[in-house]
């Protein structure tokens, strides 16, 4: 046995003659250093035991391995670390554990992701259990597999598979990875171990192939072929990720695998891994990692130790867009639902709704028309509050109308009983005065949503002064349990995510009254990585929405609110977006957008009204200037969130922008992004923009304080407070 801080593998030799190693590292087997270290060890004593004849290599408590100690990157970020180049790809696990003359199975249950595939797949041969995921998320760090994945992966399951699995970066199951050939066999957890010890033996007595994977050539098409295979590979991920480079060198690094042999493709993944796990990206995506997993961990919340109470039944006020994919999001993660709805005709459409979502996903082959049936049973509509009184927790989805929901919370005090939470799904009214009529603030909360409500990832968990700990954390349960990312904010209008959008959709407004053009701002913000432009989002989302949103801030925050007309002057005529197939752009049968050259018409009768000028400065505004323009008000707001208290800490800002925006990931984030250019630079753009077009620009007095001892934005103020 080999001990190492970081974790450490285990040998059990059994009187059949097979060593088990067994990975341990709590929580999810991770692969440090110490644990890399250990195999080493413990694979060399198997080799040397005379009593030892095979080798199985597993991992503990139901999990191989989650792959290569994350936490490890930031250290070889930071210099503490410096990996020997090839020391575990080539030295250990190439030419120790898959040139070893014992052979070796690995018994994979739970996961065997990046390093643990990897790991696996040095073995000789690969038993799993069905749900067992296996697959290579590297790309989703920034780096490519660096343990020899981009050499064997695409040698067990053939080029145009292995190279979409590390491209998507999506895992397979047991299932699907034994008929792909990744995996040798399926069986249930209780027979794993047993069979993977009895192939080991098998393999050492010839009755099973002894396999080498990073020697295999049987899946791998002849050089023409595979050449046109990565042609093809490389234009479309170009397409998918422009800007990306890890991707395209993920492709060169298993090309040259195939094309001089996989030792040298070996050789060229450890150099490519080690200059991109310095690279901005992968800094990005591995906060991002963090960060994710960060927003569940709320100060004075998760940390008293409060354990999550079972919610067995949920019910949803209101069958429209947001309800009825609230809904789904619910019966998807197998929640019996009841959805309220005033009268018939609205609960019909409200079930049919969740019914074509879920139809949806049967059309896409993601479900079998049994698992329809089933998840849709679990959907009953309803009319009055009867059937509430034995659920746990009401979202509450109704249109934005204070008296309603006030009408409707306490209502909801009579019927429900005294446990269930309950919840808001409004994006901007008060939670305070939503349940003004009622005497249960502790259990009022915001679970807000983001449209389409099962699709997209982001659950604002908005809490007032009043609402319990045990509510979120509830909440927060509930968040992950159907696969939302949850982030715990303040009450105000427009929470977080909103609160960050305004800004964004202000300032693309005010550059184009001062001459900036549409399109022009659109395409340099799909550049910098956004799935589109703001103008071709308020099409989208439809000027209705977009006003309405718009008047909750102005209301709120004069101050700093650019009134444009232009919008208002659409209206006016009738455009409301992509719905009526005009708004900033015209929309063809195939909702395909087009510039409208009669936009400008709109734009210089707004300038008119407001007697704005064009500015000579703005009309060739750089790509860079229009970012910083646009970008540079978000993270004043966010500074300002942040600073209220609303957002707990500048990482849940990053998740925000990024689920709830479509800010790119691979930037790290809003605050992330900021910080990579420094709140001096920040400041004095704002600073300077103010002189010219006014207070919407005003850097807050967080941005104003950090700037000018230069501290990053997102150091937490209890440990700025001694530098201010
Ligand atoms: C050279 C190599 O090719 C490079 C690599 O191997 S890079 C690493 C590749 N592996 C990955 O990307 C997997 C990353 N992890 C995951 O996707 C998910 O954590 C998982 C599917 C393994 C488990 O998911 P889930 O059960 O929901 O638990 P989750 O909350 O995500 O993680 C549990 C804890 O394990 C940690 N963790 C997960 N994977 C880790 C890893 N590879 N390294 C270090 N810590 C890890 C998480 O940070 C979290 O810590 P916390 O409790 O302190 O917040």
């Not at 002849?222 to 170009?238: D, H, V, W, Y």
């Not at 709320?298 to 009825?324: C, N």
């Not at 982001?458 to 982030?487: A, H, W």
């Amino acid at each position: 046995m080999s001990r190492g801080t970081l974790g450490l593998t285990v040998l059990e030799v059994g009187a059949d003659g097979v060593g088990v190693i067994t990975i341990i590292h709590p929580p999810v087997n991770s692969l440090s250093f110490d644990v890399f270290n250990s195999l080493k060890e413990s694979f060399e004593e198997a080799l040397r035991r005379d009593d030892v004849k095979a080798i199985v290599v597993t991992g503990a408590n139901g999990r191989f391995s989650g792959g290569f100690d994350i936490s490890v990157f930031g250290k070889i970020q930071g210099g503490t670390v410096r990996p020997k180049r090839g020391y575990v790809a080539i030295e250990m696990l190439t030419d120790t554990l898959e040139a070893a003359r014992k052979p070796s199975v690995a018994a994979i249950d739970g996961l065997a992701l990046g390093g643990g595939l990897e790991v696996a797949m040095v073995c000789h041969a690969r038993i799993s259990t069905p749900n067992a995921q296996l697959g290579q998320p590297e790309l989703q760090l920034g780096v490519i597999p660096g343990f020899g994945g981009t050499q064997r992966l695409p040698r067990l399951v053939g080029l145009t598979k292995g190279l979409e699995m590390i491209l998507t970066s999506k895992p397979v199951k047991g299932e699907e990875a034994c008929s792909l050939g990744l995996v040798d066999a399926v069986v249930s957890s209780n027979e794993l171990l047993n069979t993977a010890r009895q192939w080991a033996l098998d393999i050492l007595e010839g009755r099973r192939p002894w396999v080498a994977s990073l020697y295999k050539t049987d899946k791998i098409e002849p050089l023409g072929e595979a050449r046109e295979i990565f042609n093809f590979a490389r234009s479309q991920t170009k397409k998918r990720a422009p800007d990306l480079e890890h991707p395209l060198v993920c492709i060169d690094v298993i090309e040259e695998g195939i094309v001089s042999g996989p030792r040298a493709g070996l050789w060229k993944e450890a150099e490519a891994f080690e200059h991109l796990v310095l690279s901005d990206t992968a800094k990005s995506l591995i906060h991002v990692f963090y960060a994710q997993r960060g927003t569940s961990k709320v100060p004075g919340v998760t940390d008293r130790g409060l354990v999550p109470r079972r919610v067995k039944k949920v019910a949803i006020l209101g069958g429209g867009l947001m309800g009825s994919g609230i809904a789904t999001a619910l019966v998807l993660s197998n929640y019996p639902v009841i959805l309220k709805e005033v009268n018939e005709k609205f609960l019909d459409a409200g079930v049919n709704r969740v019914k074509a979502n879920l139809q949806s996903r049967v059309r896409k082959g993601q479900m079998t028309q049994e698992k329809f049936e089933k998840t849709l049973s679990l959907l009953k509509g309803v009319l009055d509050y009867e059937s509430f009184r034995d659920v746990d927790l009401v979202i509450e989805a109704v249109i934005e109308n204070v008296s309603l929901k006030q009408q409707i919370f306490a209502d909801l005090e009579k019927y429900c009983a005294p446990h269930c939470i309950l919840a808001s799904n409004t994006s901007t009214i008060d939670l305070n005065l939503i349940g003004e009529r009622t005497r249960s603030q502790d259990r009022i909360v915001g679970a807000h949503f983001f449209s389409p409500a099962h699709v997209m990832p982001l659950l604002e968990i908005v809490r007032t002064k009043q609402t319990s700990p045990q509510v979120i954390v509830d909440l927060l349960d509930i968040g992950k349990k159907i696969k939302k990312t949850p982030v715990v904010v303040g009450n105000c209008t427009g929470f977080a995510v909103n609160r960050m959008f305004f800004p964004y959709t202000q300032a693309a407004l005010l550059l184009v009254e001062h001459g900036v053009d549409v399109y022009q701002i659109d395409r340099a913000v799909v550049k910098f990585g956004m799935p589109m432009g703001p103008f071709r989002l308020c099409d989208l989302v439809g000027f209705g929405v977009a006003a309405a949103t718009g008047m909750q801030f102005i209301e709120n925050f004069p101050e700093r609110t650019y009134k444009s007309l232009i919008i208002p002057l659409m209206q006016e005529d009738k455009r409301a977006g992509e719905t009526t197939r005009k708004g900033f752009y015209v929309y063809d049968d195939k909702r395909k957008a087009r510039p409208d050259p009669e936009l400008k018409n709109y734009i210089e009768k707004a300038r008119s009204i407001s007697g704005v000028n064009i500015d000579p400065k703005l009309v060739k505004l750089p790509m860079k200037d229009i970012i910083e323009m646009v970008f540079f008000p978000v993270v004043n707001e966010a500074c300002r969130v942040l600073d209220e208290g609303i957002a707990v800490k500048a990482a849940d800002l990053d998740i925000s922008a990024i689920m709830g925006m479509g800010f790119p990931p691979y930037r790290g984030g809003i605050m992330f992004w900021a910080d990579s250019l420094g709140s001096k630079y920040i400041y004095s753009r704002l600073e300077e923009w103010s002189k010219s077009y006014g207070e919407f620009f005003k850097p807050c007095s967080y941005l104003a304080a950090r700037a000018a001892k230069d501290i990053p934005l997102s150091v937490p103020m209890e440990l700025v407070k001694s530098r201010l």
